[in-house]
Every structure is written in C-alpha cells, then in structure tokens.
C-alpha cells in the first residue's frame, strides 16, 4: 500500500473531474461521502469545471483560494488528472490521480463539437481553440516532486493507454490494476490506499 510523504497532515481536499463528467461522478460522489463520514474537519472542494481549459483552472484557483500549499493535497479523474498534475506542480501539493489524461490536446482533438454531460441532460460545446489552451497549460514532462504523486491506473482502460499513463508517472508511487476500465468501477477496492496516501 502506498503511503503519504512525510509531511504536513492535509486540511485542505480538491477533488477534479474528467471530460463530460461532474461533481456527481460516481468518484465524486463516493469521495465526498467518505470526506463527509471520516473526515468532516476537511475543507472540501468539487467544482463543475467548464469545458475551457483556461476558465478551468481560474475556477480551480478561484475554489482554492487562500488554501495552505502545504497542506491540501488533489485527486483528479481522467483530464482532471492532466489538471490535477498542474496544480500539484504549481503549489507542490500531493496528488492522486485516476487513470490520468497525458495528452488531451491530442486526445481531445476528435471530440470538437456539440458534447453531452455524462449526468443530466447539459449540452456544451468543445471549441477548436480549447486544444491550444490545453497546450499552453501542460505540465513539464519532468515532474518536480514525483514521490508526491500516486497514480492508480487500469490496464483495462477502454480509453486511454496504461502504457502511457505508467511512462508518464514513472518514478512515481504506481497502482497498476489488472481489468477494471477507464471510470474504475471498482473505486471502492483502491480507496483505502487513496486515503493512505494522501495520510488522511
């Protein structure tokens, strides 16, 4: 099982989600529920992140203002993964990240247009010009800290590469699971390690 980095007890919990995906993800949901039972003393943050990559992470900064670098710690899903890598190298927090997007600006490309919320009926649009903010945004390809960073990721994948994932993250604390898919159904079994790690 991994473990958390010797450092300061985290009072501060971002929680970033994916692609279509909201704060009503089953993650989301199933984390915030742990947070609300275990660890009511936490300053909780869930923001609905807009299809901008700019407006994204101002968001971020907005729900994160005035937090404790040293104390707060991210978990990020998919692209909220790619998000979560931004604000773990920009402040140095400890990050988890849940079968993370490495290149959504490649990724991404195929999927400009109209696009359907995976909760409720909300319909956005993923402008051409989000690619270039994804790529104005990405994170060094060195991290600085990889020892603050847990990646589960899952060789059942059906939408991004585990290959990849585990590249990216090398040198990192590594969950490899056998199966599973890219939404990780089976949060349930790595929560325990998730919590572990970030020493909550």
Known sequence: MSTAPRTAAVTHLL????????PRST???????W???????????????????????DRIA?????????????????LGGFYATI??????????????????????????????????DERFFFRAEYIDELLAIAPPARLRRPDRYFAVIAKGDELLSWR?????????HLRLI???????SDFDAYL???VAFLGL
């Open 15 to 22: 929680y970033l989600h994916g692609f279509r995906s909201s």
């Open 27 to 33: 993650k989301a949901r199933r984390i915030a529920a």
């Open 35 to 57: 947070v609300d039972g275990q660890r009511p003393d936490l300053v909780w943050a869930c923001p609905q992140l807009p299809p901008s990559p700019r407006e994204a992470l």
């Open 62 to 78: 907005g729900s994160t203002e005035g937090w404790p670098h040293e104390r707060m710690a991210v978990i990020g899903s998919s």
């Open 87 to 120: 604000v773990a190298e920009r402040t140095g927090c400890r990050a988890v990240l849940l079968n993370p997007a490495v290149d959504p600006a490649r990724d991404l490309a195929a999927h400009i247009g109209e696009q359907k919320a995976w909760h409720g």
């Open 164 to 172: 990849e994932m585990s590249a990216r993250y090398a040198g990192c």
């Open 178 to 184: 056998e199966g599973s898919d890219h939404a990780l």
């Open 192 to 194: 325990a390690e998730v």
